[in-house]
């Protein structure tokens, strides 16, 4: 029997490269520090909220030395200044989108990958 290999990485891997895209192009500055963004952090982790992952309003751009604050020393007031620039409704709104279930599976990623490729195209269009 041949066995098949399973798509579903090869797909995350690039919708997550996509998403980086899409959100470096939408922000140029690291919304901590000003400086120039090197990466897209996600306020909500995708640990705890895979729905987030792909959600443009989870998008910081950050520089790589706010995020290593954030990852590797857990400095709690780099999420306060995110907080407080973007504001508690924001969050309130991304809290209630964390609570919606997903199903991931192939045609979630194709669909994942085609909205992201359009948002791409738009913004080069810009």
């Excluded at 279930?101 to 994942?112: A, L």
């Amino acid at each position: 029997m041949k066995k098949y290999k399973n798509p579903i990485p090869a797909l995350r891997k690039k919708a997550d490269k996509l998403y980086q895209q899409v959100g470096m192009m939408r922000y140029g500055w690291c919304e901590i520090c000003g400086k120039t963004a090197d990466c897209i952090h996600h306020y909500f982790p995708k640990s705890i909220a895979s729905v987030l992952r792909y959600d443009i309003d989870n998008a910081i751009p950050i520089c790589v030395g706010c995020h290593l604050n954030i990852h590797k020393k857990n400095d709690p007031s780099m999420n306060a200044k995110i907080l407080s620039g973007r504001g508690l409704d924001w969050h309130n709104d991304l809290s209630r989108k964390r609570q919606a279930k997903i199903k991931t599976n192939v045609s979630y990623y194709r669909s994942i990958i085609e909205d992201l490729e359009e948002q791409l195209l738009i913004l080069e269009n810009q």
